[in-house]
């Protein structure tokens, strides 16, 4: 079984940054893409950015161009740098497998991006 542990969010000022990082443990990580997903209060998880086994990343629109996933498969993490942060990217960031992989480890406690001046 899979384990997943994102940190790396807080609390900063639009226009800001932050990195986030995902932990995986287990032997097979390399193998998945991995995905970064976020949900707002009352809104549903959504995938904002995913990265292949190869290393290819895609993006959502609303975070084309601010925001960059990235993987270490030796260390068995994931990454986002966040910048040109918006209120509207406030939301619980969660780690994860990524379409076109349609199994979904169990959920990480994610780690809370809050945006306000």
């Known amino acids: 079984q899979v384990q997943l542990v994102e940190s790396g969010g807080g609390m900063v000022q639009p226009g800001g940054s932050l990195r986030l990082a995902c932990a995986a443990s287990?032997?097979?990580?390399?193998?998945?893409?991995m995905g970064w997903y976020r949900q707002a209060p009352g809104k549903q998880r959504e995938l904002v950015a995913s990265?292949?086994?190869?290393?290819?990343?895609n993006y959502t629109d609303s975070v084309k161009g601010r925001f960059t996933i990235s993987r270490d498969n030796a260390k068995k993490m994931v990454y986002l740098q966040m910048n040109s942060l918006k209120p509207e990217d406030t939301a619980v960031y969660y780690c994860?497998?990524?379409?076109?992989?349609?199994?979904?480890?169990?959920w990480g406690r994610g780690t809370q991006v809050t945006i306000s001046s």
């Open positions: 287990g032997s097979i990580f390399n193998l998945y893409p």
């Open positions: 990265i292949s086994s190869a290393a290819r990343p």
């Open positions: 994860n497998t990524a379409p076109p992989y349609t199994t979904r480890w169990s």
